[in-house]
């Protein structure tokens, strides 16, 4: 091979009658202007070399192109912008090879489609997975995927923004061929040098019309797809763009299906989701950045303890246990033993029945997974976590046995939601081992983890604790100590503002819907319902002593759970739940219920619209989430964001409660406060943080940088 004809971040070098394009911009070569400049200028080279018979385009590293460079989002698009790229490429006169390894990601599987042939190593991801961040595939990926994979399998991959393998891409014809080895040069070598033998044609995309054949059920399949969007991404804007752009191109010439396609990718520039989703996008990236961890090692963690084996302890030990650990679970007798590990079994169970995991696999598994009644198992672990019941004295009891058996600078973590962990570390000998990690049920499943931050742990526990929480594939957040820390903190509030809501004139039916319009996948009944209304129950009675006497205090929940309705697990809550159904109907009795606690506190009852109700939720939420950070609980306003979407629900392409207020306007949401406070001014007190940044003119977001 000649030596390079330049050392930008796209080099060009001959091989006999081969010109090779390497793509070097650390880390993930995403696609840069200077990327697309040089990409621009090796089909140009390769087209004015009469020598040059065919092209082949490698990534250097460990990737192809993961991807559109993230320093230039917000900024005015710069030429070559990417779609140009992928035309010259198509255009070229001579065959392009793309030659992929490691990610191939949105731009780069863009790019990757507009070469002429295709080969995948093993270890390709292929993906378009511009709709998480509200956008669509915006280079042609909307015209040149349906031509190559058909319509149904493109639309679902830029739907799903899933990553999809190098061998199932061979088999729906998105690439044309499995590399073998490792060396994705030498493996792109043997292929292109093989077309070139072979006399292969320059096999542009754009000329793939056999995917209009069935013109007819082509649409049908586009409308079924639609009508199911529709149903379960409601809100959202640009996965409808995806299926209107790959209409256009059944319905278009190639050209103006294309242009369509760009004039659609700036609708979804312009659309406010695509704020939300992009800040969504940055802040799980921030939200690794904390004091603690830029200066320390973690320490080594082979082996996890899980204290208690119900449905949270199960859940963790099966989250530990697929992030490839050793697990030892510990329980107070055989027979809440065998409870243990059953429930962990069942998840597995799960999925052998849905063909997700083979029995062989699930033996694997379980082969890591061991069971005591003894504290003394845990004498060599190097982290424990405990899930017993929600009380202090009874943390403080199993402390006292981890203090008794842990080896020393073991992490001793507990999985509280409410309790204070600094009166747990305090309790014994090593408080600088103890941390919180709140998972959130199913914690094998649900993203969020937060790493709550005692006052005396040291620094490597909470680096530890971020290490771990990669290993499971969490979204970690740290917090403050406090009562609920950040996400049930906030919540005790706006579920205050909900109970309110309810007892003056809405009812929970109502409510729900409300929210679910605003995004939510599900009302706040509904959740509580999901967790069963006992658990709030028995936090409420915890903090009774201490309620303020002059707030107001709504007892329509404690009137339901006297009656023993916790919701789903009892088949009965706010809604009912007919022979063990999951979708619960409005119960009468329960606005029967209301109804007598109005007439006990004499309030007339009185409609609110939805959008009152959403903007009652929404400033409870705010405000409280701005004292959450006001107080230093929260890092920056972005943590409570990443909180409330990966933990609560909340709709991802607005950004989290924090972006959204920016998106409103904090003078809007500080009006609604003080509008509010006239009927319950102990209640809506604004936070002292809101108050200043109205003042200066300043938002959230300014907080995050």
């Not at 921030?286 to 996890?304: D, G, M, Q």
């Not at 999901?530 to 129950?537: K, N, R, S, T």
């Not at 619960?584 to 606005?591: R, T, Y």
């Not at 029967?592 to 006990?600: F, L, M």
Request: charge should be neutral; hydrophobic fraction near 45%.
């Amino acid at each position: 091979m000649t030596a390079p004809s330049e050392t930008t971040v796209v080099r060009t070098a001959k091989d006999g009658d081969l010109l090779v394009v390497t793509i070097d911009h650390p880390p993930v070569n995403a696609i840069s202007m200077d990327v697309r400049r040089g990409l621009m200028a090796a089909m140009d080279e390769a087209e004015a070399d009469a020598a040059v018979k065919g092209v082949l385009i490698v990534g250097a590293g460990r990737a192809f192109i993961a991807g559109a460079d993230i320093r230039e989002f917000g900024r005015p698009p710069m030429h070559p912008i990417l779609p140009e790229v992928c035309n010259r490429i198509e255009a070229c006169t001579k065959p392009v090879v793309a030659a992929i390894h490691g990610p191939a990601l949105g731009g780069g599987l863009e790019v990757a489609m507009a070469a002429h042939y295709r080969l995948a190593m093993h270890d390709a991801k292929l993906g378009l997975p511009e709709v998480q961040l509200g956008l669509l595939p915006g280079s042609g990926g909307t015209q040149r995927a349906p031509r190559l994979m058909g319509v149904e399998a493109a639309v679902e991959l830029m739907l799903s923004g899933r990553h999809m393998k190098a061998q199932e891409a061979v088999g729906c014809k998105l690439v044309d061929q499995l590399g073998e080895g490792t060396d994705v040069l030498q493996a792109g070598l043997s292929f292109a040098r093989a077309l070139l033998a072979d006399g292969a044609p320059v096999r542009r995309t754009r000329d793939l019309d056999a995917f209009k054949v069935g013109y007819d059920h082509q649409l049908g399949v586009l409308a079924k797809i639609q009508k199911d969007v529709e149903k379960k991404s409601r809100g959202l804007f640009s996965p409808l763009k995806v299926i209107e752009a790959v209409r256009a191109g059944l319905q278009m010439p190639f050209d103006e299906a294309l242009a369509n396609e760009r004039q659609l990718f700036l609708q979804c520039i312009d659309s406010p989701q695509r704020a939300g989703l992009i800040h969504a996008f940055f802040a799980e990236r921030e939200v690794l950045k904390v004091p603690e961890v830029k200066s320390v090692a973690p320490r080594p963690v082979t082996h996890v303890g899980v204290i208690g084996g119900g449905t949270m302890g199960a859940g963790i030990a099966v989250s530990v246990l697929d992030a490839g650990l050793p697990v030892t679970m510990i329980e107070r007798d055989d027979e809440a033993v065998a409870r243990g590990r059953q429930n962990v079994e069942k998840v597995y169970n799960g999925l052998i029945a849905k063909g997700r995991m083979s029995e062989q696999a699930k033996a694997q598994v379980m082969a890591r997974f061991s069971t005591s009644t003894h504290y003394d198992a845990l004498a060599q672990v190097d982290l424990v976590i405990e899930a017993v019941f929600e009380e202090m004295s009874v943390k403080k009891a199993v402390f006292a046995e981890l203090d008794r058996v842990c080896k020393p600078h073991a992490v001793l973590a507990t999985n509280t939601s409410y309790l204070d962990i600094n009166e747990i570390a305090g309790s014994i000998s090593r408080p600088q081992d103890v941390i919180g990690l709140h998972f959130f049920s199913p914690a094998n499943i649900m993203k969020l983890l937060e790493i709550v931050v005692p006052e005396k742990v040291s620094a490597d526990v909470v680096a530890t604790a971020f290490s771990l929480a990669t290993q499971l594939k969490k979204v970690p957040v740290r917090a403050g100590v406090c009562d609920g820390f950040i996400g049930n903190r906030i919540l005790a509030v706006y579920r205050a503002a909900v109970d309110h809501m309810m007892e003056d004139g809405c009812s929970p039916y109502e409510i729900d819907a409300a929210m679910r319009e605003f995004g939510y996948p599900m009302g706040p009944f509904q959740v509580s319902d999901l967790a069963g209304g006992d658990i709030g129950w028995a936090t409420r009675k915890r903090r009774a002593a201490t309620r303020d006497p002059k707030a107001r205090y709504v007892q329509i929940a404690d009137r339901i759970c006297e009656r023993g309705w916790f919701g789903q697990k009892t088949g009965r809550g706010y809604y009912l739940y007919p022979e063990g159904s999951r979708a619960g109907v409005p119960d009468p009795e329960v606005l029967q219920i209301i109804d007598a606690e109005r007439e006990r506190t004499n309030i007339q009852p009185r409609a609110l619209t939805p959008e009152l109700i959403v903007r009652k939720y929404m400033a409870a939420m705010v405000n409280e989430g701005a004292n959450v950070v006001h107080q230093g609980i929260a890092l920056r306003p972005l943590d409570v964001d990443v909180t409330f979407v990966h933990g609560y629900g909340f709709p991802r392409y607005r950004g989290g409660p924090m972006k959204y207020a920016d998106m409103v306007g904090l003078e809007k949401i500080l009006a609604d406060i003080h509008e509010f406070a006239k009927q319950d001014p102990l209640f809506w007190q604004a936070s002292p943080l809101l108050e200043q940044l109205v003042k200066d003119g300043k938002n959230f977001d300014s907080l995050n940088r």
